[in-house]
């Protein structure tokens, strides 16, 4: 054994040594910058990514908050159209015919799709309720008015909050109103509304409140 001898053992590190200084020069400059042109790639790549990935986030996120502002104004102004034709609508005198033009009005448009529009008298029971349904609008009988849910009555205390020209807006609710129809005379609809209430003055006393109802797919529209 070479050990036996005195001689060290041969190893695998010692071969590969002894392969190294015998190899030509061309080999021993590929063993030399392969491993260093491997390692400066690996830190190149790392670098690149991590800055990449810093700036495609702040990218995206600044992308996102002018998105939300681009949208939040689109629905601010949406809105703000939607109130001034509220207050617009309460100088008027109020008639059976004045809401269904409103509604008719704004059907052939094709501007904002109110479906609903209603006067609610403070101090009697002549109440206009009117009711869209795409090409169709109906007036909704003064007995069938309380099945409405939510029920425009339940307004009142809001109302007494307000001044002219000011305005109450509900949050998105599922509005429940009857569309009697002469083949369908209990056909009952149900969607999804933004109420906007404002009220109506008369002699220096509220006569009563105009309301609209907004349907809420056009701020759906406006979201996608």
Same mark, same amino acid.
């Given at each position: 054994?070479?050990?036996?001898?005195?001689?060290?053992?041969?190893?695998?590190?010692?071969?590969?040594?002894?392969?190294?200084?015998?190899?030509?020069?061309?080999?021993?400059?590929?063993?030399?910058? !392969? %491993?260093?042109?491997? $390692?400066?790639? &690996?830190?190149?790549?790392?670098? *690149? /990514? +991590?800055?990449?990935?810093?700036?495609? #986030?702040?990218?995206?996120?600044?992308?996102?908050?002018?998105?939300?502002?681009?949208?939040?104004?689109?629905?601010?102004?949406?809105?703000?159209?939607?109130?001034?034709?509220?207050?617009?609508?309460?100088?008027?005198?109020?008639?059976?015919?004045?809401?269904?033009?409103?509604?008719?009005?704004?059907?052939?448009?094709?501007?904002?799709?109110?479906?609903?529009?209603?006067?609610?008298?403070?101090?009697?029971?002549?109440?206009?309720?009117?009711?869209?349904?795409?090409?169709?609008?109906?007036? !909704? %009988?003064?007995?069938? $008015?309380?099945? &409405?849910?939510?029920?425009?009555? *339940? /307004? +009142?205390?809001?109302?007494?909050?307000? #001044?002219?020209?000011?305005?109450?807006?509900?949050?998105?609710?599922?509005?429940?109103?009857?569309?009697?129809?002469?083949?369908?005379?209990?056909?009952?609809?149900?969607?999804?509304?933004?109420?906007?209430?404002?009220?109506?003055?008369?002699?220096?006393?509220?006569?009563?409140?105009?309301?609209?109802?907004?349907?809420?797919?056009?701020?759906?529209?406006?979201?996608?």
């Amino acid at each position: 054994m070479r050990w036996l001898r005195g001689e060290a053992p041969d190893s695998s590190f010692e071969r590969l040594l002894n392969a190294f200084r015998t190899s030509s020069w061309k080999t021993r400059l590929m063993v030399g910058l !392969i %491993p260093p042109v491997v $390692i400066i790639m &690996i830190i190149t790549g790392y670098v *690149t /990514y +991590y800055f990449s990935k810093q700036s495609i #986030s702040t990218a995206v996120e600044r992308t996102t908050r002018l998105q939300t502002v681009a949208v939040g104004n689109e629905i601010e102004v949406l809105l703000d159209r939607c109130r001034q034709d509220l207050c617009n609508l309460a100088q008027e005198t109020v008639t059976a015919g004045m809401l269904q033009r409103f509604l008719a009005r704004h059907q052939v448009s094709g501007g904002i799709e109110y479906i609903e529009a209603a006067f609610i008298a403070q101090k009697s029971a002549e109440h206009l309720v009117y009711v869209a349904k795409g090409g169709q609008i109906a007036q !909704i %009988p003064n007995h069938l $008015i309380s099945s &409405i849910r939510p029920n425009p009555f *339940t /307004y +009142y205390d809001e109302v007494a909050k307000l #001044s002219p020209r000011q305005v109450w807006l509900s949050p998105i609710v599922e509005v429940e109103s009857p569309f009697p129809e002469p083949d369908n005379p209990n056909q009952k609809l149900v969607r999804k509304v933004m109420r906007m209430v404002t009220p109506c003055w008369g002699e220096g006393s509220p006569a009563g409140y105009l309301m609209i109802s907004i349907d809420a797919r056009s701020l759906r529209n406006i979201l996608s």
